[in-house]
C-alpha cells in the first residue's frame, strides 16, 4: 500500500495558502490580463482631455495621431 507523505511549506514562505510557487503560476495570465485591461481602459478614456493631455500627446509614435489639428476658429469655446 502506498502511504501519502505530507511536507508542510515552512511559515516563512506563504501567506495563508498563497506561496512562491502559486505566484510563479499566476504571473503570466496576471500580467496578459493587466496589459489587457490596460489598453481597453486606455482606450476608452482616450477622448478625456486630462488623459489625452498628459499622457497620449508626450507617447513618440501616438503624439502625432491624437494631436488636435483643428483651426481656432472652428473650435466653439
Given at each position: ?19 512562491l ?57
Open positions: 500500500m502506498s502511504r501519502l507523505a505530507y511536507y508542510p511549506t515552512p511559515a516563512n514562505r506563504r501567506l495563508g495558502n498563497f506561496t510557487n502559486t505566484a510563479k503560476r499566476w504571473t503570466g495570465s496576471l500580467g496578459v490580463w493587466g496589459v489587457g485591461a490596460g489598453t481597453a481602459l486606455l482606450f476608452l478614456l482616450s477622448v478625456t482631455p486630462k488623459v489625452k493631455n498628459t499622457f497620449l500627446l508626450k507617447v513618440p509614435v501616438l503624439s502625432n495621431y491624437f494631436e488636435d489639428k483643428t483651426p481656432a476658429s472652428d473650435k466653439p469655446f
